[in-house]
Nanobody
Framework: QVQPVESGGGLVQPGGSLRLSCTASGSMFSGAVIFWYRQTPGKQRELVAVITSGGGTTYAASVKGRFTISRDNVKNTVYLQMNSLKPEDTAVYYC?????WGQGTQVTVSS
């Protein structure tokens, strides 16, 4: 079973950047569609970005043009580059691979 692990979260000022990583073991990683979600307290988990096995990408309207999802199948890692961060991007960010979720990484955008 693939178990994703997220990293790279932290505190950043508005307008700043962060790069999140999602690493998962297993030979099935390269064929997987990988999802990034985020969640704030009291709200439903929100889909942020998706990358297919062939590298096709989809973004939520709220992050399009600011976030970029990419993958490195040699390293079994998917990245979420987040630029021009806003306070409303504050959330716990989760990676999903097949039916497995990571533990999440906190992103806080605040001055």
């Amino acid at each position: 079973q693939v178990q994703p692990v997220e990293s790279g979260g932290g505190l950043v000022q508005p307008g700043g950047s962060l790069r999140l990583s999602c690493t998962a073991s297993g030979s099935m990683f390269s064929g997987a569609v990988i999802f990034w979600y985020r969640q704030t307290p009291g709200k439903q988990r929100e889909l942020v970005a998706v990358i297919t096995s062939g590298g096709g990408t989809t973004y939520a309207a709220s992050v399009k043009g600011r976030f970029t999802i990419s993958r490195d199948n040699v390293k079994n890692t998917v990245y979420l580059q987040m630029n021009s961060l806003k306070p409303e991007d504050t959330a716990v960010y989760y990676c999903k691979v097949y039916n497995s979720w990571g533990q999440g990484t906190q992103v806080t955008v605040s001055s």
